[in-house]
């Protein structure tokens, strides 16, 4: 897991191909003007996610994991609170690997919480569970998906 502020983004295009292009779509001036839903730049290979929803509580917070994409989880009104946890000790699925949805949650608890401010990010590799959208009142955020 990594988290820094958007405009350091730039900073870790080395460790992906396609993180640049990334770092390109994330440079918009209009990403608050975006509508919900799904965003392609570069079609199954690298695309957002825009939402407006309502943050949950802790207790309702689930670590969920991905085997082809990483995430960069971008909060453009904030803060969210992101759980995680190493993929290889959680121990707990609650259902199979959707291979679809490239999705598998977990009831295990994360290990740490950390606070993502407007403006943030923090990347998941597939080796990272998380437990996002965890948050008082509403939250707008990107979330990158990145072929991996």
């Given amino acids: ?26 440079a918009r001036p209009d990403l608050s003007e975006l509508p919900d839903g799904r965003l392609d730049i570069s079609g199954e290979t690298l695309y957002a996610v825009v939402m407006r929803a309502a943050g949950r509580p802790v207790d309702q917070a689930a670590l969920e994991v991905h085997n082809r994409y990483i995430d960069i989880q971008v909060v453009l009104t904030g803060p969210e609170t992101m759980g995680w946890k190493p993929r290889g000790t959680c121990q707990e699925p609650s259902a199979p690997y959707d291979a679809e949805k490239d999705l598998q949650f977990f009831d295990d608890r994360p290990d740490s919480w950390v606070q993502v401010n407007t403006g943030q990010f923090a990347i998941f590799y597939p080796a990272d569970a998380h437990a996002p959208m965890v948050a008082e009142g509403r939250l707008h955020k990107i979330v990158i998906k990145v072929a991996c």
């Fill in 1 to 26: 897991m990594i988290l820094d502020d958007l405009p350091q983004l730039i900073n870790y295009a080395a460790l992906h191909p396609r993180f640049a292009d990334a770092v390109c779509f994330l």
